[in-house]
C-alpha cells in the first residue's frame, strides 16, 4: 500500500479544475440529476424551492417518463408551456415525502438520566420537551425504494434515522454527529447503531459518505465525522463487536479523503500533504439548479462548469455559503467568485487529525498495532504540517491557507478554533492563547451566540448568523482549558446560546437551524427560508445542559431588568409621595 498513495496524489494533483473542462454529472439520473427534463422543470420554477421537484418520487418506469417529456418537448419546440409542464409533472411524479414514514424510536423513554442534571426547573422542563422532538424527527424508508429505487431520488437505507427537519427530511452527513451526542444522552443508543450502520453501508456502497440521503447529493461529502459517531457510540457502550465488525470500513471511509481530496503545500521549501473540499463535477446542483444556472449565466460559458463544481466544494464544507469561499476575489458579496477548492481549511483538517487520532487507538484497542501505529503516524503528520501552514503564532490561532496567493485568511470564523474541539494540538497552552484571540477578534462582545463570521454577505454562514454546531466547536474547545479564567468563558458563551434557544423557543415553540446573534431571533438569509426540527440544535442544546446542567440559568433577563425595577420603583416612589 505505501506505494499508492503518492502515486494517486500525483494524479489527483495532476487533475486541476481547467475552466473549459466540460465535468461529469452529480448523478447518473436523466430525471434528477440533469438532462433536458430536469432542466425546463426547474428553470420554470415551478416551485418556490428547487429541492422539491427533485424529493418527488416517479408515478412510472424513468424510460416512459423519459420517453413521454421527449414527445411533449417534440411537441413544443423544445420550449414546454409553463402549463403544460405542470400537467406533465402532476401525471408521472408523486407530492413528496410519501416514501418516507414517520417513526418513533424504539428506545425512547421517559427520563434519562441527564435530565437530572439540569437545575434550573424551567431548563429541565425545556430539555424533556427536546427529548420529546426525536419522535417527531425520526423516518423510515418505505420497502418500495428498495424494490424499485429507480423512481425516486431517496437513497435506501435499511435502519430508521433522526432527520434534521423543514425542508430536510433525509439524512445529513455532519449533521448526524451532533444529532447523535443528543441520542447518546437521550439513552437512544440503538437508535444511534442504526443510524451508523447506514452510514458504514453508504462507505461501502460508494466509497464515501454522501451530503446527504439523495442521489444528488452523490458526488460530494461532508465534513467527515464519522469515525468520531464510531467513538462516541463505543464510549456509550463498550461495543467493541460493532467496532471489530466495522473498523475496515471506517479505514475505507479516510482512505476517499486521502485519494480525492488531498493537496499539496510547498512552503519554505517544504511540502506539505493537507486536504481540502474538491468536488469536480459539473452542472447546477440538481436541489438548486435555477439559483446555480442563473449565477452561471452571469459568466462567460467557459467559466460556468468551474463554478458549479466550486459551488459543490462549498456544499461539501457545510458552509453553504460563506465569505469564508470568497476571499481574495474582489467582491465578497459575488457568490459567483466563489472558489472553496483554493483554500486549505482548518475546520477539515482538524476532524481528519483528529479522526486519524482515534483510529489509532482503536486499532490500539483491537490488537492491531501496525495499523495503530500508521494512524499514528499519519496524525503526527497532519499535526506538523497543521503547525506550518495553519498555525499563527502571533495571533493565536488556526487560519485556512489559500492556495492562490500562499497567505492565511485572517478573518474571523469559529473554525479557526476547531483544532482545540478536536484535541489536535500538543501544545495545551494554546487554548488559552485562543481566548485572547477570541477577545481581540471582539467576539465576546456578542451576548447572543457566537457568529459565524464578522462579515454582512447575506450568505447564510455569515453575520450576523450563529450555528449550533460552531457554538460547540468554541465552547468545548475552550472548555479543554486548565485555566478557571478560560473555562468560565466557555461557560459564560454556553450560557448566551442556550438562553438565545430557550428564548426563541419559549416564544414560538420551535427550535430553528441558526439564529441572528444581532436580536436572538431565527436566523435568515442565504438560498432558502430558516427552517424548523432541528436535528443538531437540539443535540448542543442538549450536550450543553448536560455540561453545565449546575449552573445555567433561564433566568435571563433579570440581570437586565435590575436598573429597569430601580428606575421603576423609584418613579414608584415619587408618585406615591404625591400629595
Ligand atoms: C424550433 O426552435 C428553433 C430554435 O429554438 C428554431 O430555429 C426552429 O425554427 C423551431 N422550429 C419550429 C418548427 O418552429
Ligand atoms: C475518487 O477518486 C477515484 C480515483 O481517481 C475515482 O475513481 C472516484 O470516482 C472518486 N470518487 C468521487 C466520489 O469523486
Ligand atoms: C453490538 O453490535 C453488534 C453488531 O456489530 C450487535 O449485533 C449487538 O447487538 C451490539 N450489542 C449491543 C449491546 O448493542
Known amino acids: ?151 425516486f431520488s431517496l437513497i435506501y437505507s435499511e435502519h430508521p434515522f433522526i432527520v434534521p427537519g423543514g425542508r430536510f427530511v433525509e439524512f445529513y452527513y455532519w449533521d448526524s454527529y451532533w444529532v447523535m451526542e443528543g441520542l447518546l444522552l437521550s439513552e437512544m443508543a440503538e437508535t444511534v447503531r442504526g443510524m451508523l450502520q447506514n452510514f458504514l453501508d453508504l462507505v461501502k456502497t460508494y466509497g464515501h459518505i454522501p451530503n446527504g440521503g439523495r442521489i444528488y447529493y452523490l458526488q460530494r461529502s461532508q465534513p467527515p465525522l464519522l469515525t468520531l459517531m464510531m467513538d462516541r457510540y463505543i464510549a456509550h457502550t463498550s ?13 475505507l471511509e479516510l482512505d476517499f479523503w486521502t485519494v480525492n481530496r488531498t493537496v499539496s503545500v510547498n512552503l519554505g521549501g517544504e511540502s506539505y500533504i493537507l486536504n481540502r473540499y474538491y468536488v469536480p463535477y459539473g452542472g447546477p446542483r440538481p436541489e438548486s439548479y435555477s439559483k446555480d444556472e442563473e449565477l452561471a449565466n452571469t459568466l462567460p460559458e467557459g467559466q460556468r462548469e468551474a463554478l458549479w463544481a466550486e459551488l459543490k466544494a462549498g456544499a461539501e464544507s457545510g458552509w453553504d455559503f460563506s465569505s469564508r469561499w470568497l476571499v481574495g476575489s474582489p467582491n465578497l458579496d459575488l457568490l459567483s467568485s466563489i472558489h472553496t477548492s483554493k483554500q486549505v481549511p482548518v475546520d477539515l483538517n482538524a476532524f481528519l487529525c483528529q479522526a486519524e487520532e482515534l483510529m489509532s487507538s482503536f486499532y490500539a484497542r483491537l490488537g492491531d498495532n501496525v495499523q495503530a501505529a500508521r494512524y ?53 497552552g494554546v487554548v488559552d492563547k485562543a481566548l485572547k484571540y477570541l477577545q481581540d477578534s471582539q467576539i465576546l462582545t456578542y451576548q447572543y451566540g457566537i457568529p459565524s463570521s464578522v462579515r454582512n454577505t447575506g450568505q447564510q454562514w455569515d453575520f450576523p448568523n450563529g450555528w449550533a454546531p460552531l457554538q460547540d466547536l468554541v465552547i468545548r474547545g475552550l472548555a479543554k482549558s486548565h485555566s478557571p479564567q478560560t473555562q468560565e468563558v466557555a461557560f459564560q458563551l454556553a450560557q448566551n446560546w442556550i438562553r438565545t434557544n430557550f428564548d426563541v423557543y419559549s416564544q414560538k415553540l420551535a427550535m430553528y437551524e441558526k439564529y441572528d446573534i444581532s436580536n436572538g431571533q431565527p436566523g435568515g438569509g442565504g438560498e432558502y427560508e430558516v427552517q424548523e426540527g432541528f436535528g443538531w440544535t437540539n443535540g448542543v442544546a442538549l450536550i450543553l445542559m448536560d455540561h453545565y446542567g449546575d449552573r445555567l440559568t433561564s433566568g435571563t433577563q433579570l440581570a437586565f431588568l435590575i436598573p429597569h425595577c430601580l428606575v421603576a420603583a423609584f418613579l414608584l416612589h415619587l408618585l406615591l409621595r404625591w400629595p
Open 1 to 151: 500500500r505505501t506505494w499508492e498513495l503518492p502515486l494517486l496524489l500525483l494524479l489527483g494533483l495532476g487533475l486541476g479544475l481547467r475552466s473549459q473542462e466540460a465535468l461529469p454529472p452529480p448523478c447518473e439520473s436523466q430525471i434528477y440529476c440533469h438532462g433536458e427534463l430536469l432542466h425546463q422543470v426547474q428553470m420554470a420554477k415551478l416551485y418556490p424551492d428547487d429541492k422539491q421537484f427533485v424529493d418527488m418520487s416517479l408515478s412510472a418506469a424513468p424510460d416512459q417518463v423519459l420517453q413521454s417529456f421527449s414527445t411533449l418537448a417534440a411537441v413544443y419546440n423544445h420550449s414546454i408551456p409553463k402549463q403544460q409542464l405542470q400537467e406533465f409533472v402532476q401525471q408521472y411524479f408523486q407530492p413528496v415525502g410519501q416514501e418516507l414514514l414517520p417513526w418513533t424510536p424504539e428506545d425512547w423513554k421517559d427520563s434519562p438520566q441527564f435530565l437530572q442534571k439540569i437545575s434550573d426547573p424551567k431548563l429541565r422542563t425545556w430539555a424533556e420537551q427536546l427529548h420529546q422532538i426525536w419522535k417527531k424527527l425520526g423516518k423510515k424508508i418505505k420497502p418500495e425504494v428498495l424494490s424499485h429505487p429507480e423512481r
Open 239 to 251: 461495543n467493541t463487536t460493532f467496532l471489530q465488525d466495522n473498523i475496515e470500513t471506517l479505514a
Open 376 to 428: 499514528k503516524s499519519l496524525r503526527d503528520q497532519r499535526l506538523a504540517a497543521m503547525q506550518a501552514v495553519l498555525w499563527d503564532e502571533q495571533k493565536g490561532a488556526w487560519f485556512d491557507y489559500n492556495l492562490e496567493n500562499g497567505k492565511k485568511n485572517f478573518e474571523f470564523y469559529p473554525s479557526n478554533l476547531s483544532p482545540l474541539w478536536a484535541g489536535c494540538f500538543s501544545d495545551p
